[in-house]
């Protein structure tokens, strides 16, 4: 193993992973939320700078190479897992995340399969995308709690009625109840949408890989 800054990235990456999870059972909210969302953008984060760093300054080594995919793929699935139940595990939610996690074993089960030929299935542009726009859903999604929580606190001893003449500016907002819920609102919106989008994302870039790499699965191939 080479204990240099990129590989030591990757390893905040996977320890981190399952610490997203970690909070929820050890924090109440909405400081769970908060410590998970702050450790998931911040692997995201080193998901980039890690090979930018280890290309840069030429530290690419085996063990990276090695530890930084299964690092990706288990910080998504733990994220994932804990959005689907954070959210009840409501269809809008658990489809495309179940979309997500069988791509990726797929993929993965396939570049095991190939052995020498799994260079071949080259990651490609419309994949970081795919990879992008779910690390962002992701983080979207848990953000939603944060403001879930704070709506629930502001508005906890008001009735349905008074809670609408506040949303509608016929009573004063004092403790900026109108923002954080429009927030709320807003973030759960957009995130299952990404989350959605990811998922199409991943079956179009899933099948890719899948029909790049039929012509090793012939049976009878030599290859």
């Given at each position: 193993?080479?204990?240099?800054?990129?590989?030591?990235?990757?390893?905040?990456?996977?320890?981190?992973?399952?610490?997203?999870?970690?909070?929820?059972?050890?924090?109440?909210?909405?400081?769970?939320?908060?410590?998970?969302?702050?450790?998931?953008?911040?692997?995201?984060?080193?998901?980039?700078?890690?090979?930018?760093?280890?290309?840069?300054?030429?530290?690419?080594?085996?063990?990276?190479?090695?530890?930084?995919?299964?690092?990706?793929?288990?910080?998504?699935?733990?994220?994932?897992?804990?959005?689907?139940?954070?959210?009840?595990?409501?269809?809008?939610?658990?489809?495309?995340?179940?979309?997500?996690?069988?791509?990726?074993?797929?993929?993965?089960?396939?570049?095991?399969?190939?052995?020498?030929?799994?260079?071949?299935?080259?990651?490609?542009?419309?994949?970081?995308?795919?990879?992008?726009?779910?690390?962002?859903?992701i983080a979207v999604?848990?953000?939603?709690?944060?403001?879930?929580?704070?709506?629930?606190?502001?508005?906890?001893?008001m009735d349905a009625?008074?809670?609408?003449?506040?949303?509608?500016?016929?009573?004063?907002?004092?403790?900026?109840?109108?923002?954080?819920?429009?927030?709320?609102?807003?973030?759960?919106?957009?995130?299952?949408?990404?989350?959605?989008?990811?998922?199409?994302?991943?079956?179009?870039?899933?099948?890719?890989?899948?029909?790049?790499?039929?012509?090793?699965?012939?049976?009878?191939?030599?290859?």
């Amino acid at each position: 193993m080479t204990w240099n800054i990129p590989n030591i990235l990757t390893v905040f990456r996977l320890l981190a992973a399952p610490g997203v999870a970690i909070a929820f059972l050890l924090f109440p909210h909405p400081f769970a939320d908060w410590v998970a969302l702050c450790l998931f953008v911040g692997a995201s984060v080193t998901d980039w700078f890690d090979g930018y760093l280890a290309r840069k300054w030429n530290q690419q080594s085996r063990f990276g190479a090695m530890l930084d995919p299964i690092a990706d793929k288990v910080m998504v699935a733990i994220a994932l897992l804990v959005i689907t139940g954070l959210y009840g595990m409501s269809f809008a939610v658990m489809l495309p995340a179940a979309l997500i996690l069988f791509r990726e074993v797929f993929v993965s089960g396939l570049r095991e399969f190939l052995g020498n030929q799994a260079g071949l299935l080259q990651v490609t542009k419309l994949a970081k995308w795919k990879t992008t726009t779910q690390m962002v859903a992701i983080a979207v999604l848990l953000s939603q709690g944060i403001f879930e929580h704070y709506v629930g606190m502001l508005s906890f001893g008001m009735d349905a009625a008074m809670v609408d003449d506040v949303l509608a500016g016929r009573q004063e907002d004092v403790h900026g109840l109108i923002w954080k819920h429009s927030a709320m609102v807003a973030t759960l919106y957009a995130g299952v949408g990404l989350l959605w989008i990811a998922a199409v994302l991943t079956l179009i870039t899933g099948w890719d890989y899948f029909a790049k790499s039929l012509p090793y699965l012939r049976e009878g191939d030599d290859e």
